[in-house]
């Protein structure tokens, strides 16, 4: 195993945990994660932006899930730097002695100082490891290429084979991006790699840095960890093509395939909770290229679904802590290739950790199942405590809605969808353009939840109707809405 380079007493000094906080609402002890409005990506900070630089979460070069670090600079006082948290966190509460650890960084370069002469020209990035007690283990640096202006490109630069074994586990581990006093030209980060190649070894957190405070993920091939997302989970990213609530929301953009991964919050605290005590999660969604077809014959596993897990720990160091889950609670989308906005929430009941032990945190996980295909914004997830006459793990969706049938045009049967958000006497009616009543399917009260009714192109008489344009009508209450459908023969 190669030697670490020794590094400054100023980088000793810096050993800060940021832990993240949680809004509260009105009600005592009930958390908020919000929405994808976050400035900063997850893990990271602003470590230092002198006069003359200008550090961004950046759109415009990327690897992956559509964001990456970016550092423009010109000669400054100091050097510009990015600065992760302890990435020792989640369920690597540590990383950990004696394993081949196979980490690094993608980059690209534009217009940067070429062939620097020390290291205030350079640019540069370092992992940073530290022992229990604050004291240095040692430190990785990554020289980036400066041998001509640009790169043309992304470029990979990882430790090899056999290059870094820890001699002793590593309690606080920071990496940093940093461009040297004198550097100056912009360069891009992205897809921060830390994998064991023969063991578990941790891992560094939010490898693509595309998800912003609060979040993690966990994608396709084995966590992203490797510095490679693929099978559609690449596409991942936080857009401000559609947001519910500000500007920004997640977009999940699935191709067909057998794959599994899911955007989760970070834990956070569960303050005045306790097991028991019921809470309701709730996440406003938007769908787009969806296949009911598939939905029907794949079953739960052709959905998106809410996820609670349950924890004893809370801070870095104390490992993941799970002591229960939820299930995968699949969430009933309306028979339709696409719908505007829905809320939906779940019950849960926070359940008893293990005997002498506190529930500390929970975390929910945004969870597309293994054969999920499509595109969904979501928007705004909140935990708040609920009704304690709630049922556990019931979706119900808080907004009347009548949905574009499915399919449309028809030819013999198509289905009509529509959600209440209360027990409700539902009509619902086909009519004929000149507004001529043709078939009464619904005509009762009904329960809350996603409702799905097949017309088989008859009248009220049993007859079947000729082709042309049909109406379809629901009035629930208060609410009414009239939509358009073609039967083609």
Do not use: C
């Amino acid at each position: 195993m190669s030697s670490f380079t020794k590094i400054s007493k100023w980088w000793i000094g810096f050993l800060s945990i940021i832990i993240f906080q949680i809004t509260l609402l009105a009600q005592s002890g009930i958390n908020s994660i919000g929405g994808f409005e976050q400035t900063l990506p997850s893990y990271w900070t602003k470590g230092a932006e002198p006069s003359g630089s200008t550090l961004s979460w950046a759109t415009d070069e990327f690897l992956s899930m559509g964001k990456s670090l970016k550092i423009e600079k010109g000669v400054t006082t100091e050097a510009a730097r990015w600065e992760s948290e302890n990435m020792a966190d989640l369920w690597s509460e540590k990383h950990f002695a004696n394993v081949d650890i196979e980490f690094g960084v993608y980059y690209k370069t534009s217009g940067v100082n070429t062939n620097p002469a020390n290291d205030d020209q350079k640019w540069y990035v370092t992992y940073t490891f530290y022992r229990e007690n604050g004291t240095i283990i040692g430190e990785k640096k990554f020289e980036l290429d400066q041998s001509a202006a640009s790169t043309g490109g992304w470029v990979a630069d990882t430790t090899a084979v056999g290059e870094i074994v820890l001699p002793e586990d590593s309690w606080t581990t920071i990496i940093r991006f940093v461009g040297g006093k004198d550097a100056t030209g912009t360069v891009w980060t992205d897809d921060y790699l830390f994998n064991g190649r023969d063991g578990w070894a941790g891992q560094d957190w939010n490898t693509a840095v595309g998800v912003p405070t609060g979040w993690f993920y966990w994608m396709p091939p084995i966590g992203g960890n490797d510095g490679v997302l693929d099978q559609g989970y690449e596409n991942t990213k936080v857009t401000d093509e559609y947001a519910y609530n500000g500007n920004y929301s997640l977009k999940f953009d699935i191709p067909v395939g057998t794959h599994d991964g899911f955007v989760g919050t970070r834990r956070f605290e569960l303050t005045d909770v306790v097991p028991g005590d019921n809470l309701r999660i709730s996440v406003w969604i938007k769908g787009a290229n969806l296949n009911p077809d598939s939905a029907a014959a794949v079953g739960d596993a052709w959905s998106i679904s809410l996820t609670a897990i349950y924890h004893t720990t809370l801070g870095n160091n104390e490992g993941w802590g799970q002591y229960a889950a939820s299930p995968d609670i699949p969430l009933q989308f309306p028979q339709a290739t696409s719908f505007d906005w829905m809320q939906y929430f779940v019950n849960v009941v926070v359940p008893d950790p293990p005997s002498g032990q506190l529930a500390k945190s929970i975390s929910v996980r945004l969870h597309p199942l293994g054969r999920f295909s499509g595109t969904v914004w979501m928007d705004v997830l909140e935990v708040i405590k609920a009704d304690p006459t709630g049922v556990e793990n019931e979706f119900i969706p808080v907004t009347h809605n009548l949905f574009q049938n499915y399919p449309n045009p028809f030819n013999p049967s198509t289905v009509i969808s529509y959600s209440l958000p209360n027990v409700s006497y539902v009509s619902l009616k086909i009519y004929d353009i000149l507004g001529r009543e043709v078939k009464t399917l619904v005509n009762s009260e009904q329960n809350i939840g996603i409702h799905n009714i097949q017309w088989n192109g008859d009248n009220n008489y049993g007859n079947k109707v000729s082709s042309g344009i049909y109406l379809y009508k629901i009035e629930a209450g208060n609410f009414i809405m009239t939509k358009k459908m073609l039967l083609l023969k």
